[in-house]
């Protein structure tokens, strides 16, 4: 916070918010937001929380959550979060799934 009110870039408010009224620092903020949503919906980017994790689930599995089978030949193993990808934070929250498997079973759940 700024000791003196500056105007705000957007609307010329003053406001010891910084460049931006508290209004327009929101929108600002979610507009950043949806950018940042955007491009890690484009590139497929993880967490790295999600990232290691999931390197552990492929790593270490043995049976398939959705077929119950083991593995099969030229069908890698996938981590299938249970919640979100963006709230992953321990192995619970993931599962060991053939690609195929989860390809074919897509955004449903279990």
């Given at each position: 916070?700024?000791?003196f009110?500056t105007?705000?870039l957007?609307?010329?408010?003053l406001?010891?918010n910084g460049s931006?009224?508290?209004?327009?620092q929101?929108?600002?903020d979610q507009?950043?937001?949806?950018k940042r949503k955007?491009?890690?919906?484009?590139?497929?980017q993880?967490?790295?929380?999600?990232t290691r994790l999931?390197?552990?689930?492929?790593a270490t599995?043995?049976v398939?959550?959705?077929?119950k089978?083991?593995a099969?030949?030229?069908?890698p193993?996938q981590?299938?979060?249970?919640?979100?990808?963006?709230?992953v934070y321990?192995l619970?929250?993931?599962?060991?799934v053939?690609?195929?498997?989860?390809?074919a079973r897509?955004?449903k759940?279990l």
């Amino acid at each position: 916070m700024s000791r003196f009110p500056t105007p705000c870039l957007a609307c010329g408010q003053l406001s010891r918010n910084g460049s931006y009224c508290p209004t327009h620092q929101a929108r600002l903020d979610q507009h950043h937001e949806q950018k940042r949503k955007a491009i890690k919906k484009q590139t497929k980017q993880y967490s790295g929380a999600y990232t290691r994790l999931a390197q552990i689930v492929r790593a270490t599995a043995t049976v398939c959550a959705i077929c119950k089978l083991g593995a099969i030949p030229n069908d890698p193993w996938q981590a299938d979060h249970i919640v979100p990808a963006s709230e992953v934070y321990s192995l619970d929250q993931l599962q060991a799934v053939h690609a195929s498997c989860n390809r074919a079973r897509g955004n449903k759940a279990l």
